[in-house]
């Protein structure tokens, strides 16, 4: 399986700064049809699951843009550029590419 | 779009498990339906997913044998059951729609559901 590792995994951020969460995969995430199938996730305290990012850059509908994917091959980034008290959670990575879909182990977003 | 999954499971080792997942908001036979659990202090796994307009699965091998997802699609409605419950199988259990698939692969997911407790303990 594909390994998916994120850094750091606790990211404490003053307000209204920029944070930036790194995850790396074990192997090229190019598909076939040349697509790079990465996604970034929101785990808000409590909630489920929401994504934020999929294909690496592109924003879900409703979240702000504030909220930015990059990367490509095995390294993508996910930034915050001015942090709100509501993004704290954890964020994950996670893998569409190679079968079975795996995820990273997550950021704990926290404010200083 | 929502998924509303059923309550908190409390079972013995040696058991089964019935987590249902109900979709609304979309045409339900349109995007599959995976499942992914989280045990306590664990990352995410993958354990599967099923197309409702057919009815066909793909489960992670280590699962194999042990877990059949299944949907009613007279009631918009998914199933996980998982069987020859061990204390490793305690997790919340998710459900999450496909949002991007080729065959049997799925590619990306985006709404998720409300999550499951199920707990093995004896």
């Known amino acids: 399986d594909v390994v998916m590792t994120q850094s750091p995994l606790s990211l404490p951020v003053t307000l209204g700064q920029p944070a930036s969460i790194s995850c790396r995969s074990s192997q090229s995430l190019v598909y076939s049809d040349g697509n790079t199938y990465l996604s970034w996730f929101q785990q808000r305290p409590g909630q489920s699951p929401r994504r934020l990012i999929y294909k690496v850059s592109n924003r879900d509908s409703g979240v702000p843009d504030r909220f930015s994917g990059s990367g490509s091959g095995t390294d993508f980034t996910l930034k915050i550029s001015r942090v709100e008290a509501d993004d704290v959670g954890v964020y994950f990575c996670?893998?569409?590419?190679?079968?079975?879909?795996?995820f990273g182990q997550g950021t704990k977003v926290e404010i200083k | 779009v929502e998924l509303v999954q059923s309550g908190p499971e409390v079972k013995k080792p040696g058991a089964s498990v019935k987590v249902s997942c109900k979709a609304s908001?979309?045409?339900?036979?349109?995007?599959?339906i995976s499942w992914v659990r989280q045990a306590p202090g664990q990352g995410l796994e993958w354990m599967g997913w099923?197309?409702?307009?057919?009815?066909?699965?793909k489960y992670a091998p280590k699962l194999q044998g042990r877990v059949t997802m299944t949907t009613d699609t007279s009631t918009n409605t998914a199933y996980l059951e998982l069987r020859s419950l061990i204390s490793d199988d305690t997790a919340v259990y998710y459900c999450?729609?496909?949002?991007?698939?080729?065959?049997?692969?799925?590619?990306?997911?985006?709404?998720w559901g409300t999550g499951t407790t199920v707990t093995v303990s004896s």
């Open positions: 996670m893998q569409g590419t190679h079968w079975p879909e795996t």
């Open positions: 099923i197309n409702p307009y057919n009815g066909n699965t």
């Open positions: 908001g979309y045409t339900f036979t349109i995007n599959g």
């Open positions: 999450a729609r496909v949002d991007i698939w080729s065959g049997y692969h799925v590619l990306g997911v985006d709404v």
